[in-house]
């Protein structure tokens, strides 16, 4: 079992940055691919972010391609999201997610590949 806990959350304006943090219990963090994903009301859950076990390896949904980095600390069992020029549609609750697989090969996108969940972190950019 992984427990993971996000933070940095908030409310911004337009053009401002922010970085997600989510820290995960367990001895195994730094064998599973880690994701950011965000939830905006009344859409589905979308991937932003994945990181690699070893944090080589990165992949970005479109929409945040160039203004987020995803970046992990093993040592910290930790994994963060930067956060640069917000905008008002990228308001969500942000989720981290592990994919439990031992040092896996692939960053899926599909929420359904993960396995353990945190509750989420608000963000609300306005205009």
């Known amino acids: 079992q992984v427990q993971l806990v996000e933070s940095g959350g908030g409310l911004v304006q337009a053009g401002d940055s922010l970085r997600l943090s989510c820290a995960a219990s367990?001895?195994?963090?730094?064998?599973?691919?880690m994701g950011w994903f965000r939830q905006a009301p009344g859409k589905e859950r979308d991937f932003v972010a994945g990181v690699s076990w070893g944090g080589e390896r990165t992949a970005y949904a479109d929409s945040v391609k160039g203004r987020f980095t995803i970046s992990r600390d093993n040592a910290k069992n930790t994994v963060y999201l930067q956060m640069n020029s917000l905008k008002p549609e990228d308001t969500a609750v942000y989720y981290c997610?592990?994919?439990?697989?031992?040092?896996?090969?692939?960053?899926?996108?599909?929420?359904?590949?993960?396995?353990?969940w945190g509750r989420g972190t608000q963000v609300t950019v306005s205009s």
């Open positions: 997610a592990v994919d439990r697989r031992i040092k896996s090969a692939i960053i899926y996108q599909s929420p359904n590949q993960y396995d353990y």
């Open positions: 367990g001895r195994t963090f730094s064998t599973y691919v």
